[in-house]
């Protein structure tokens, strides 16, 4: 398939993801204060093993997700302007659902089979795995509508859900903890009646059932759907592998209050950081995939939101690690927990290689290799199981760290090794010019904080990030200007 390249349709389309961005950002913004306030506020009122249980419950729900529901939402997103262009929409949604309630009946069937292997191998009690599989229903139809509403290009109703779902959750969460003494299962409680309520407002806001209608399902619909989602399920078992599954080894090694502290560095770090990241995701892809069905050659697009991530991204992420002591103090009112500053770094960046991905691997997704996506994510998570095996028994919380962060370099490194000919990253290298020459005051300002000048930890944190962003704004305006 030949692509051509288009500067007005390219220059439209910025437009309008920037549009859409500001539409997002909302919901990103107050998503990632949400995420801020869920660590402090949970680890007040939970132990450190009440709340290793809490992580590891909700590390188990994702991963039954990623297996039978997830993927069916992701799908729905990347076929759905085909469809649309097909006017056959009411067979497309009933295969789409036909899909997932096929998937969770085959999951309880699978979960009553399998339950003895279930608890000893994840090593959680018997009622939280069964709130876990209730819990699957309301998230599984959450997921699908969600991807749904981004597939329409309705930015406003899906930042309006997100929200509305964000503090909802925390709220009724608080509210079984401290009237009903649930601890851990709270939140899980807390989390299923809010996301009950808000499937109820996203059916709604989707419009889903003016197009649903019960029609027969052809093998031809349905394939597509397989193969273009299986292998994104198998690839997020692999990310799941490198994020997650290193509580379930922590736990069996060192117990439930050690992975509350691997659960506090990981609240404040990937769910918090990849939130206000994925304002440009959330806003890009679903254009991008439009573009490149209208045979548009999108590879410039993808070069200049990649700049866009590292800007945003990189200083951030820096910030945190140099005052990763501090940034755990502020954000985790349990003195107990004060230990997640050593993983904070290690999964900062850990988050910052995961995330970029999500830019080099849309290659595989817009050709629909999937497959290649799933081949590297495995390989990377395998060896970052290897490498908590190996490192957890004598390094402990830095074994973690470095499985993690090393899990995730490796994936990053094969995706922009492994290239589908003629969706090969343009490297964003004027916006890297730009990010390298503003990281010099950035440094020079942090070496007179840490020897010459001492205010408090914050505000130096955001002096910095500060003059970071004047120098990369000055040198967009002069040296390093855009020409097109």
């Given amino acids: 398939m030949e692509f051509v390249e288009n500067k007005e349709v390219e220059k ?4 309008a993801i920037f549009r859409d961005m500001v539409k997002y950002s909302p919901s990103k913004i107050i998503g990632m204060l949400g995420n801020a306030i869920i660590v402090p506020v949970y680890t007040s009122l939970l132990s450190p093993e009440q709340y290793g249980l809490y992580s590891l419950s909700i590390a188990l729900l994702s991963f039954l997700c990623i297996i039978f529901s997830d993927w069916v939402g992701l799908s729905g997103l990347r076929f759905f302007r085909h469809h649309q262009i097909m006017k056959d929409m009411p067979k497309y949604l009933t295969t789409l659902v036909t899909i997932l309630i096929t998937n ?16 000893e191998f ?16 309301p998230v599984a139809i959450r997921a699908l509508l969600f991807q749904l509403l981004r597939a329409q290009l309705k930015s406003m109703s899906f930042t309006l859900s997100t929200i509305i779902n964000q503090f909802l959750t925390i709220l009724l969460s608080v509210f ?13 409680l807390g989390m299923g009646v809010s996301i009950s309520l808000i499937d109820l407002l996203l059916i ?15 093998w031809h619909s349905v394939l597509p759907i397989f193969k273009y989602g299986i292998p994104i399920a198998a690839t997020s078992l692999s990310a799941w592998i490198i994020n997650q599954s290193n509580k379930f080894i922590m736990n069996s090694i060192h117990g439930f209050s050690q992975v509350g502290i691997v659960g506090v560095a990981y609240g404040l770090t990937l769910p918090l950081l990849m939130t206000i990241f994925s304002i440009i995701t959330v806003a890009a892809i679903p254009r991008i995939i439009n573009m490149y069905e209208e045979k548009i050659d999108v590879r410039p697009i993808i070069s200049r939101f990649t700049g866009y991530f590292i800007l945003i991204a990189l200083p951030v992420i820096t910030v945190i690690t140099l005052y990763s002591a501090d940034y755990v103090h502020m954000l985790s009112s349990n003195d107990k927990f004060q230990d997640a500053f050593k993983l904070v770094p290690y999964f900062a960046f850990g988050t910052f290689f995961m995330a970029i991905t999500d830019y080099t691997t849309l290659q595989y997704h817009l050709a629909n290799k999937t497959y290649i996506d799933f081949i590297i994510k495995l390989t990377s998570g ?20 470095i499985a993690t962060l090393g899990a995730n ?13 003629g969706l090969g990253l343009m490297y964003p290298s004027l916006a890297m010019k ?16 840490a020897n010459r000048v001492h205010i408090p930890a914050l505000a130096e944190m955001l002096v910095l990030i500060t003059v970071f962003y004047v120098c990369y704004w000055w040198a967009a305006k002069t040296i390093f200007k855009r020409c097109d």
Avoid: C, H, T
Wanted: no cysteine; aromatic share 20%; net charge positive.
């Fill in 104 to 119: 969770i009946f085959l999951m309880f069937v699978v979960a009553f089979i399998f339950r003895n292997n279930f608890y």
């Fill in 409 to 421: 370099l490796l994936y990053f490194l094969l995706s922009i090794i492994i290239v589908i000919p």
């Fill in 382 to 401: 395998i060896a970052g199981v290897i490498l908590n095996i190996l490192l957890i028994p004598d390094f402990g919380l830095i074994g973690v760290g």
């Fill in 434 to 449: 730009r990010i390298l020459l503003a990281f010099i005051p950035f440094g020079i300002m942090y070496y007179v904080f």
């Fill in 204 to 218: 709604y806001q989707s419009n889903i059932l003016s197009w649903f209608k019960l029609q027969k399902i052809e």
């Fill in 122 to 137: 994840f090593k959680i009690p018997v009622k939280y795995f069964l709130a876990i599989l209730v819990l699957i229903i």
């Fill in 176 to 188: 079984f903890i401290k009237f009903f003494n649930l601890g851990a299962m709270a939140l899980l």
């Fill in 12 to 15: 439209e389309q910025l437009k």
